[in-house]
């Protein structure tokens, strides 16, 4: 079964830094863009940041300047490292990817939880 795990949720203060990672299982050989979402108490799920096959990325505006995305091809591996946290980023965060180009990400993690303490 395919699978993406997450790690690195936790709590911390505002103005704080955390860094997730999402790895994906061995039964993935190679996946096309990578992103991850966050989804708080009571709100739809979000876009909060997504990286192509061509490391190119794309962010939120309310992460920009403040969030990172990066992957590892060769590791299957995708970070969003997290800056200058502030309490609205307390949320689930899910990892995410997409089997092929083209196509919405068809992969999922099961989330990790990051709270923001004022």
């Known amino acids: 079964q395919v699978q993406l795990v997450e790690s690195g949720g936790g709590l911390v203060q505002a103005g704080g830094s955390l860094r997730l990672s999402c790895a994906l299982s061995?039964?993935?050989?190679?996946?096309?863009?990578m992103g991850w979402y966050r989804q708080a108490p009571g709100k739809q799920l979000d876009l909060v940041a997504g990286?192509?096959?061509?490391?190119?990325?794309t962010y939120a505006e309310s992460v920009k300047g403040r969030f990172t995305i990066s992957r590892d091809n060769a590791e299957k591996m995708v970070d969003l490292q997290m800056n200058s946290l502030k309490p609205e980023d307390t949320a689930v965060y899910y990892c995410?990817?997409?089997?092929?180009?083209?196509?919405?990400?068809?992969?999922w993690g099961q989330g990790t939880q990051v709270t923001v303490s004022s």
């Open positions: 995410a990817a997409a089997s092929r180009p083209g196509i919405g990400y068809d992969y």
């Open positions: 061995r039964g993935i050989f190679g996946v096309a863009g």
């Open positions: 990286i192509s096959t061509s490391d190119t990325p």
